[in-house]
């Protein structure tokens, strides 16, 4: 069988820094674990339009469209700041996730022991967290049509549309319970159907779904207002949580806080089941280019990392390794390694970029 495929977008700013992070642990699940990928590399964002002039080619864009997984960095930058809207940066970012109907956002709410004392939050609360948040991407109010400024007698209105067909929630929904039963089995899904008849439909066809597909696991709803209320009170009676677009945007950020920092944060996008019963997918860190700290070996690997962990446990089946990894940056976390972004106010001295990848590669040496 062919090897697993993986296409490398490494975007700007900082993420051709951290994805050379990424390439040393693909190396390494190749030379000791006998995991191995193909992997290609391709241009996005500012960097596909120096070299092509546009954010995203057709030719990146059918790569992305064939391969198991998509790994991409980040894009933009002040460079680009003066560009036509079509033609910057973040439009290679929204092209790709568009064109492969990327429609289940997957943001991880992890908190590494060592780094619980980060938190805004008492070390109790957030110790040991692990949730996922499953945001809807594709619908809702952010797309809802009609939208627009207009003019109503004297005065101006600004309309959006919350708008959600009943295939658009089975299929957000559908996706947040096969990560349940990888998980521990329990979905939360949270919506205001107790003001907002989209929240009515959300919550009808959401319970459908599970009677019908997953009776299994675990369902309970919740009103996104007290979800906020939750979220910060009690973290870790959550498991995975579903919801649409404009409350996931909000909420998962919020998690995002219990746990420190961006440069620690990954994500996955999912799409529909490809040929192999696969999802269409692509990893990327939560944060962006970082152009105030980019080429100076100051930018914190693991998001990226973390990111690659997610497409073995997603993309790839390989949980077991996934968990491998995950130990491995909680062991040099432990172990006192700290880039600029985790030093507290005491400071310290910080390890650059690749003093950090190359600590995680020896940790998973460690861990055989
Ligand atoms: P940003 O996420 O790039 O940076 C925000 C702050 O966090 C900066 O101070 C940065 O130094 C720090 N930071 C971010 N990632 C870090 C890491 N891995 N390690 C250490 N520190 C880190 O967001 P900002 O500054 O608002 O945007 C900069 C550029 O990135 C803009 O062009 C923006 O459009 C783009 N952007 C791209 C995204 C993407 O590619 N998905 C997401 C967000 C912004
Ligand atoms: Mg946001």
């Known amino acids: 069988m062919a090897n697993p495929s993986i296409l490398i977008l490494p975007g700007d700013g900082i993420g051709p820094e951290v994805m050379a992070e990424v390439r040393k642990i693909i190396d390494w699940f190749g030379a000791k674990r006998g995991l191995n990928f193909d992997v290609s ?9 120096d070299a092509h002039g546009v954010p995203l080619t057709d030719e990146a864009l059918a790569k992305a469209q064939a391969v198991d997984a998509v790994l991409l960095g980040a894009v933009g930058g002040p460079k680009y700041d003066n560009l036509d809207f079509a033609l910057k940066p973040e439009r290679g970012l929204l092209r790709i996730r568009k064109e492969m109907d ?13 780094l619980a004392d980060f938190s ?14 499953v945001r809807e991407l594709t619908s809702g109010v952010y797309f809802g049509e009609p939208r627009g400024i207009f003019t109503e007698g004297n005065e101006r209105v600004g309309i959006n549309t ?19 039963k990888r998980r521990n089995n329990k979905v939360c899904s949270m919506e205001k159907a107790n003001v907002m008849e989209s929240g009515i439909l959300w919550r009808e066809v959401v319970q459908k779904v599970h009677d019908e597909e997953y009776p299994e696991v675990e369902l309970s709803h919740m009103y996104a207002d007290a979800g906020a209320m939750q979220l910060c009170r ?21 998690a995002a806080m219990l746990t420190g920092s961006l440069g620690m944060l990954p994500s996955a996008s999912l799409g529909a089941p490809m040929a192999n019963g ?24 693991i998001a990226c990392i973390l990111s690659f962990a997610m497409a073995l446990r997603y993309s790839f089946d390989q949980g077991t390794e996934a968990d491998r990894l995950e130990g491995a940056i909680e062991a040099v976390l432990a172990s006192g ?8 106010p005491e400071g310290g001295k910080p390890v650059s970029t690749s003093e950090m990848g ?9 861990s055989l």
């Not at 009676?237 to 950020?253: E, K, M, P, R, Y």
């Not at 696969?278 to 690997?301: F, T, W």
């Not at 600590?359 to 998973?364: F, P």
């Open 278 to 301: 696969r999802p269409k997918a692509l990893y990327e860190p939560v944060h962006g280019s970082a152009p105030d700290i980019a080429g100076q070996g100051k930018a914190n690997p």
């Open 102 to 114: 990327l429609f289940s956002n997957l943001r991880p709410a992890q908190c590494f022991d060592a």
């Open 162 to 180: 919350q708008r959600y067909t009943e295939s658009e929630i089975a299929r957000v929904a559908r996706s947040a319970f096969e990560l349940a």
């Open 41 to 49: 590399e391709d241009l996005i964002g500012g960097a596909a339009y």
């Open 234 to 254: 009690w973290p870790k009676q959550f498991d995975v949580i579903v919801t649409d677009n404009l409350f996931g945007d909000i909420l998962s950020d919020c």
């Open 120 to 133: 805004s939050l008492k070390r109790d609360v957030v110790a040991g967290l692990d949730i996922m948040i």
């Open 337 to 344: 390694l700290r880039t600029a972004d985790l030093m507290g």
């Open 358 to 366: 190359d600590a995680v590669v020896k940790a998973l040496d460690a």
